[in-house]
């Protein structure tokens, strides 16, 4: 059974001419809010990042030894890693923020779309990913150690 929308839906469609004003309302001058590219995250957390994919690095590098092919891959991962990381930094650079938020400055909570968020609550949610990818670099290192690889 057709409910209203669905009914007005398979009706033939009313055409509407382009220079009718109602398509598009005239808002006048609306004040906008300026485009906000700062990132609001401090840097230590993007510090402790870094420190994991070292840590990941250094532990493929531990078990990989000196074998040729494979330093040839992590190299290759680590210039995947920094283009990656550069690429945003650069890109961040373009348009600097103007000043430092409340949240980098510690005296408050960084407001996201799904509400607002605490310092630790902001460094798990970001950190979890590459503190695993530590344990994982770590972990690989210590089985090939193991084994004798």
Same mark, same amino acid.
């Given at each position: ?86 690429? @945003?930094?650069?890109?961040?650079? $373009?348009?600097? !923020?103007?000043?430092?938020?409340? *949240?980098?400055?510690? #005296?408050? =909570? ?10 630790? @609550?902001?460094?798990?949610?970001? $950190?979890?990913? !590459?503190?695993?990818?530590?344990? *994982?670099?770590?972990? #690989?290192? =210590? ?7």
């Amino acid at each position: 059974m057709l409910d209203e929308l669905q009914s007005a839906a398979l009706g033939e469609p009313k055409p509407v001419s382009l220079d009718d004003p109602s398509i598009v309302p005239d808002t006048g001058d609306t004040p906008v809010q300026p485009e906000a590219t700062d990132l609001q995250i401090p840097r230590s957390v993007w510090h402790a990042m870094w420190a994991c994919y070292a840590l990941f690095f250094a532990g493929l590098l531990t078990a990989i030894g000196t074998e040729r092919s494979g330093l040839f891959m992590l190299a290759i991962s680590v210039a995947y890693t920094f283009m990656f990381f550069g690429t @945003a930094a650069i890109l961040f650079e $373009l348009n600097p !923020p103007r000043k430092k938020s409340h *949240f980098e400055n510690g #005296i408050g =909570v960084l407001e996201t779309w799904s509400g607002p968020m605490t310092h630790s @609550a902001v460094a798990g949610q970001i $950190l979890v990913v !590459p503190l695993c990818i530590a344990l *994982f670099g770590i972990s #690989i290192a =210590v089985i090939a150690k193991t084994v004798g690889l």
